[in-house]
Each structure stands twice: as C-alpha cells, then as structure tokens.
C-alpha cells in the first residue's frame, strides 16, 4: 500500500524558514507529479506548489519567490523549502503524488479537508507548520 510521510513541520517567528519532507513508501516519485496543500483551522484547503513529471513547477502568488518544491528520487523523497514565512503560512501542509481525473462534486466545500480531494492518488497525513511571534 502506498503511503506518503510529511515531516519537518515545526513553529517558528515570522522570518523564519523549515523544510517539510514527504517520503514516499509502496510509491516510487520518479515518473510522477507531486504537490503541497495546506489548510488552516476553520479555513479552505489551498494548493501551495506543484511539480510536474518534467519538473515544471508552479505556485500561487501567495508563496511565490519564498516557497520552492523539489524532489529527490535517489531517496524517493519530496520536499517543500519555505523562506520568509508569514503569519498566515499557519497551517497543516500535506503532500500529494500522482494527479488522476477528478471532476469536483457540485455540492463540495472548500472547506473539506485537503485529502478528501481527488486530483492526486495518494495523500500524507499532514504536518503543522505555526508561524507566531
């Protein structure tokens, strides 16, 4: 069964940086795609960086220039390098791997939890990321 594993989460000031890991079991990252999610309390499930099988990447302007994702496949790991972290980077991040098809249900809520969303096949648990001074 394939399982993915964030980990690096942790609380900082704002300035701060951290790097969030994903490794990857029963999955092999090299010929897929993989993205970061994160979601706060109460708040929409927000897609923060993706990468594509050729290595294009893509971020919304909210992180743009202070977040990077990157992948390793020697060591079957993905990573997210987030720089200049904010007040309202607070959140859980999860990691995702392998986009697939998936049409959004008319009735769905952007405040479902990321992992119930259908763009990628496997899903972390999560790790949480505070930024407070």
């Known amino acids: 069964e394939a399982q993915l594993l964030e980990s690096g989460g942790g609380s900082v000031q704002p300035g701060g940086s951290l790097t969030l890991s994903c490794a990857a079991s029963?999955?092999?990252?090299?010929?897929?795609?993989m993205a970061w999610y994160r979601q706060a309390p109460g708040g929409s499930c927000e897609l923060v960086a993706t990468i594509s099988v050729d290595d294009v990447t893509y971020y919304p302007d909210s992180v743009k220039g202070r977040f990077t994702i990157s992948r390793d496949s020697a060591k079957n790991t993905g990573y997210l390098q987030m720089l200049n972290l904010q007040l309202g980077d607070t959140a859980v991040y999860y990691c995702?791997?392998?986009?697939?098809?998936?049409?959004?249900?008319?009735?769905?809520?952007?405040?479902?939890?990321?992992?119930?969303?259908?763009?990628?096949?496997?899903w972390g648990q999560g790790t949480q990321v505070t930024v407070s001074s």
């Open positions: 995702a791997a392998d986009s697939q098809e998936w049409l959004l249900p008319s009735a769905w809520s952007p405040l479902n939890l990321c992992t119930t969303r259908g763009e990628y096949k496997y």
């Open positions: 029963g999955f092999t990252f090299q010929g897929s795609d």
